[in-house]
């Protein structure tokens, strides 16, 4: 053993939420601890129905995009004391990896939380949380106390990015883009002190309205949909109910009129996501087209379809939970351990190691050779480190870790590759002590 401290860090995907780390299943993904979706009022119909008024409470927390920097993003939502009610059950799925996305945060416990999102590459934990030991936490990780905000506290500094604590929340930004600027967008949300996403985008409302709430649920808009043409806002709801999960999927058109329901069964036939689902039908309301349908929840690899290539391809990144554990084993180098804490399932072939700081074992005292498996730039996540499946291949789930040689002023980022390679999009980044 070495006696040099190690140091922890998570970090969140940027595009975990829509395409599938957390989502509502069975229940309602809120935080204010009440069934009672949010409705202010502003139904301005819905070209032919299809929803247009209530949302779920949990869209309280999704900010305006142009207060995230953007004019679309993805989230997920997803209740932890739904997926913990079936925990037996959610065992070896995506549900249950889940269940570690906090192991390493130390005052947050997910089965105390109400609510988990992912808002645009941030992270929201709210709940029966132990503020004081999360702050601690921080400290001890390098984070610097800041400037207070509407009752938040903000940390920065640590290899994590960008964190605020509230009584009962944390939010987490890690180290991509405007990381403050995102943090402050959510709380101001949540406060209702600036536009939700509802409020800007009607086709969010479209979505959200007809979603609903439940274990996990996620979606997002676009100005139009590269996979199915006339689709402006997708998403998706899952619900369980012990060993069975029912499955919601919706894909909010343009317009009544430009609903193409074959085109959806099309899409449901083509695509691998789908398979798990039992006989899953395709119906039309509004402007929206719904898929429903119902899976052995054990066999629920991905919490959220994506839609890019044929045979279970995407050209949207999966939304993950990584965390970094750095020891030091010399003079400026050691191995960081990057381990999976929840979210989609990823190919392994999918996942790259990217960046500058990377030492073999030679250079690294008291390390074998067999003890790593990466030591360079563009290095995989090794196969033999995946325990999950997807279409035949090996797969990362949560639970899964690589190990990587370093030194102690390394800046690595883990980096998703479309299988075609037309895609890519960094779900985490990691910065060594002495960078």
């Known amino acids: 053993m070495h006696d040099a401290p190690r140091r922890r860090v998570l970090r969140t995907g940027g595009t975990l939420l829509a ?79 889940l269940t570690g996305a906090t192991r390493q945060l130390e005052g947050i416990t997910l089965s105390d939380l109400s609510g988990l999102y992912l808002i645009g590459g941030a992270m929201v934990l709210t709940g029966d949380i132990d503020a004081d030991a999360f702050r601690s936490f921080l400290s001890a990780n390098g984070y610097a106390e800041g400037e207070a905000y509407h009752g938040y506290t903000f940390y920065t500094g640590g290899p994590g990015g960008t964190a605020a604590v509230s009584s009962d929340t944390a939010i987490r930004a890690g180290t991509l883009g405007d990381a403050e600027g995102k943090i402050e967008a959510i709380i101001d949300a949540k406060q209702g002190m600036a ?112 839609y890019g290539s044929s045979g279970g391809g995407s050209d949207r990144p999966p939304q993950v939970s990584f965390s970094f554990e750095y020891e030091s084993r010399g003079d400026g180098v050691g191995v960081m351990t990057v381990s999976h804490d929840g979210g989609d399932s990823v190919r392994a072939s999918e996942l790259v190691f990217r960046g500058r700081g990377f030492v073999g074992a030679g250079s690294i005292p008291d390390t074998a050779t067999g003890e790593l498996d990466v030591t360079e730039s563009g290095g995989q996540w090794p196969a033999a480190n995946a325990s999950g499946n997807i279409e035949g291949e090996a797969a990362v789930v949560a639970g899964n870790q690589a190990r990587l040689g370093v030194a102690s002023d390394a800046e690595i980022s883990v980096v998703w590759e479309s299988t075609d390679g037309d895609v890519s999009a960094t779900l985490a980044a990691y910065e060594g002590p002495d960078a």
Do not use: K
């Not at 949990?58 to 939502?77: I, K, R, S």
């Not at 409302?205 to 100005?223: P, Q």
């Not at 899952?238 to 919706?250: C, H, M, P, Q």
């Open 19 to 97: 395409g599938g780390l957390t989502v509502g299943l069975g229940g309602c993904l809120q935080s204010d601890g009440t069934d009672t979706p949010t409705d202010d009022g502003d139904d301005d119909g819905d070209d032919g129905g299809g929803g247009g008024g209530s949302v779920p409470a949990f869209a309280d927390w999704l900010p305006a995009p142009a207060a995230m920097g953007t004019d679309h993003y993805e989230f997920t939502a997803a209740d932890p004391g739904e997926i913990f009610e079936h925990e037996s059950a959610v065992e070896g799925s995506a549900f249950g990896g």
């Open 195 to 306: 536009d939700r996403y509802a409020d800007a985008n009607p086709d969010c409302r479209t979505l959200l309205s007809r979603l609903g709430s439940g274990a996990v649920a996620g979606g997002r808009t676009h100005d139009e949909a590269s996979f199915l043409d006339g689709v402006v806002a997708d998403g998706f709801r899952w619900r369980l109910d012990g060993s069975s999960a029912a499955f919601t999927g919706a894909f909010v058109f343009e317009s009544q009129s430009a609903v193409d329901t074959a085109a959806v069964e099309r899409l449901v036939a083509d695509h691998a996501v789908f398979d798990p689902l039992s006989s899953p039908s395709v119906t039309s309301d509004g402007r929206t087209a719904v898929v429903d349908g119902t899976a052995d929840t054990a066999s629920v690899s991905r919490l959220g379809p994506r």
